[in-house]
């Protein structure tokens, strides 16, 4: 899509600092991080938001979360635990309407979350 920031950074069209990219998804440093580890994991598909998934991605879902602990492990978060968050529209907490999924780490995390 052409006016999305994630596709644009998907891309290369906005520059970004780049963790981890295959065909399916790019990984890369959230610009304003939470935590110490803040990783952002962008399919590069235009999905909006969770909301508009269909059985056809399952296997991107799927090698997301795959992913996603693989680079836990490289950042050295795996053994003190992290967590992966998806926030799904207004309420959700979305700012960027294309999917992806947020990596956090480095610190302890709070629950219930704000
Ligand atoms: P969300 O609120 O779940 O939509 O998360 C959007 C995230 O994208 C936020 O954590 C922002 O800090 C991050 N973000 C926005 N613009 C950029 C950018 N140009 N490069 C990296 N991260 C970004
Ligand atoms: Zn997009």
Sequence with gaps: ???????????????????????????????????????????????????????????LLGHIQVIAAQIAKEQKIAKDGYRLVNNCGTMGGQEVMHLHYHLLGGREMLWPPG
């Design 1 to 59: 899509m052409s006016d999305c920031l994630f596709c644009k950074i998907a891309a290369k069209n906005i520059p970004s600092k780049v963790i981890y990219e295959d065909e399916m998804l790019i990984a890369i440093e959230d610009i304003n991080p939470s935590a110490p580890v803040h990783v952002l994991l962008i399919p590069k598909k235009h999905i909006a938001s969770l909301n508009d998934i269909g059985d056809t991605d399952k296997s």
